[in-house]
């Protein structure tokens, strides 16, 4: 038994959920999503809340049966609220600024970098240029645009320059001893 496939989903006002077969559709302020739940899964929505059921006791049925019921969770929550990743700008002179549809970044490189900002993303950028938000309804996405944008430049580990997580640590080293 899967201890989170068995709770259900509660669909809070504002969010429409609708299950058409294998498909689960997700419609709320911030936009509208769509899942295709695995062969072995099947969804309800019963007194406003989504269940879901594995059509069998197999390991592919138990171990899709918690996976689709955190997908749809995130669907619904993105829809009703959306997701949001900061990011911070370690760096003498580094900064980011957003223009038209890119993104632009002065992180230590003889030229600024562009970084497309892909559909149903916003990026905002906040004090002196040096704070990022990253916000979407789905929580993949925002996860992925937010790696991206940190792969471009990582903080080192000597003097700490470089674009990270707000929420991360970066373990310093020692430099070199004299």
């Known amino acids: 038994m899967s201890r989170i496939g068995k709770n259900p989903v509660t669909v809070p006002a504002g969010v429409t959920v609708e299950v ?3 498909e689960v559709v ?4 911030t936009g509208r999503r769509s899942l295709v739940l695995h062969r072995e899964i099947s969804a309800a929505v019963k007194d406003g809340k989504v269940v879901f059921v594995p059509r069998s006791q197999s390991k592919l049925a138990r171990s899709a049966w918690g996976t689709s019921r955190a997908l749809v969770a995130n669907m619904v929550k993105g829809a009703q609220a959306g997701f949001e990743r900061n ?6 002179g580094f900064r980011a600024d957003v223009q038209g549809k890119n993104l632009m970044l002065k992180i230590g490189f003889s030229h600024e970098i562009a970084f497309p900002i892909p559909e149903g993303i916003a990026i905002k950028v906040g004090e002196k240029n040096v704070a990022l938000s990253v916000t979407g309804a789905d929580r993949q996405q925002v996860g992925q645009v937010a790696a991206e944008i940190r792969q471009l430049r990582r903080p080192e580990p000597y003097k700490g320059k470089g674009i990270k997580y707000a929420d ?4 310093r080293k020692e430099g070199k001893k004299k």
């Open 20 to 22: 058409k077969g294998q």
């Open 26 to 29: 997700v419609a709320g302020k």
């Open 87 to 92: 990011l911070e700008i370690n760096g003498v």
């Open 168 to 171: 991360e640590t970066i373990r």
